[in-house]
């Protein structure tokens, strides 16, 4: 069994405890934007680039977490470009580029013969959070909270109707890049904790659910967030308990919440 | 002032490149600096993930809008009951009421409407024409209308314009229904389109050889004064 008084004192797992929390606080509202505008495979996409950041961070010795923002940030606003230019379809493009970032994040890391530890990269490391990541992390959560309250209505008109909310004066390219920018980022800080594989699934399956529960966008912003951060509670506990991943079993907890929310009758919404 | 033709005919492209949504490949548009312009798109597709109350909406980005003001403006277009009606769960026709709703909250001096009546039973059709001829009178704003509803819209605007590709004839609504070019296009019911000039357009839509037209081209792109 495990020694509940002595885990209390070990600070690796308040480390991954405060890590856990901010992301899934982040991205309660912007996993709901995810849902709304059906993003769900944009962020999976900027996942995938995830390994190209951290082989060119260890090449250009920059911390790895900076090194998948800035990549995650370039592989954002070349998808708005292409977007822009291409006639396929955007998942198509999505398709891509997500897989063609992956392969390029893998070969480069056997061209400079890099030691990754390609489990935790994909499935994360919860559990190995520094105090240097938490500052950085921190840091990047609040940034993007902050913008997200800025731009909560720009953001919402935008959502509803691009073209109107255009003629009502609200610069819509902005603010599409500063919702690709802040998922980008969001990525970057949640790899950490989840690992790339299953980042998506922190975006999107809380906001899923707090879906039935709210009536507003703002109530199923906050819900999604309390639900994220349950998540990772529980899964956090469940990985000390019966030693198991911490990303997956976060995951897992998400979706237990999930159902659990499914039960509610379709009537009220 | 009403836009009509025929599908392909511009009608869409003329009103982007008004409302600043495309940029013209050529010429130039001249705006009043600081118009308050009221738009109802052709339609609003919410995803259902999203919840949005109606009076949600009509408040949305509106800073100077409170409840009440929002339930006048429901109450004005007739939809009074839908103020706290889910926006995912509206009717083509709700929903199209709610739109021109929002657009005239915004005390417009020019109102833009991409056929409005898409999705609205004929009833319902006249009845919301009858609505933006009162909503015009009591705003005292300017109208711009994309329609297909001839009928209903020849009674009621001041100024029609009519394209196809180029501007085929314009003027009141009575002057254009004789239009040889308005009767080609839509017959003097509305017919099935038939279209045919003695003359030939290039694939810009201008005309290729003037000569002998048997209709009056103004011999100019689409301006852009409204």
Known sequence: ?????????????????????????????????????????????????????????????????????????????????????????????????????????????????????LLSLLLGDLLAVGSHDLVLMSVTAVGILALLYFLWEKLLAFTLHEELASVEGISVERVRMALMLMLALLIAIAMKVVGVLLITAL?????????????????????????????????????ILWNTPAGPSIVLAASLFFLICQLRPLGSK | MTLIGPNGAGKTTLLRLLLDLTKPSSGSIWRLPGLRIGYMPQRLQIDSSM???????????????????????????????????????????????????RAASRKPQLLVLDEPTQGVDVGGQSELYQ???????????????????????????????????????????????????????????????????????????????AGECIHDHPKKTPSNKK
């Open chain 1, 203 to 239: 975006l999107i399956i809380p906001a899923a659910a707090a879906r039935k529960l709210s009536r507003t966008p703002e109530k199923m912003a906050l819900l999604a967030s309390l639900i994220g951060c349950l998540a990772v509670v529980l899964g956090l506990l469940a990985s």
């Open chain 2, 131 to 209: 609505l933006i001829a009162t909503l015009r009178d009591e705003l005292g704003c300017g109208v711009l209308l994309v329609s297909h509803d001839l009928h209903l819209v020849m009674a009621a605007t001041d100024r029609v314009l009519c394209l196809n590709q180029h501007i085929c004839c314009h003027g009141h609504p009575e002057q254009v229904s004789k239009d040889p070019a308005y009767l080609e296009l839509f017959g003097d019911k509305v017919a099935p389109y038939t279209h045919q000039h003695n003359h030939q357009h290039k694939l810009s839509g201008d005309i290729a050889d």
């Open chain 1, 1 to 117: 069994m495990v020694d509940f008084s002595e885990l209390l004192h070990s600070q690796f797992l308040w480390y991954a405890l405060c890590a856990g929390l901010l992301v899934a606080v982040v991205s309660g509202p912007l996993g709901c934007f995810a849902v709304w505008r059906r993003m769900a495979y944009f962020g999976d996409t900027l996942a995938h680039s995830a390994l190209l950041g951290v082989t060119l961070g260890f090449v250009l010795h920059i911390m790895p977490t900076l090194a998948v923002g800035a990549t995650c940030c370039l592989l954002a606003v070349l998808l708005m470009y292409l977007q822009r230019r291409q006639k396929l379809a955007v998942d198509t493009l999505l398709g891509i580029l997500s897989h063609s970032m992956l392969a390029l994040g893998i070969v480069t890391v056997s061209l400079f013969q890099i030691k990754v530890d």
């Open chain 2, 51 to 101: 919840p949005m109350s109606v009076e949600r909406f009509l408040l949305l980005g509106q800073p100077g809008m409170d409840v009440a003001q929002a339930q006048k403006a429901l109450d004005r277009v007739g939809a009074g009951q839908l103020l706290k009606a889910s926006l995912a769960n509206l009717s083509g026709g709700e929903m199209q009421r709610v739109l021109l709703a």
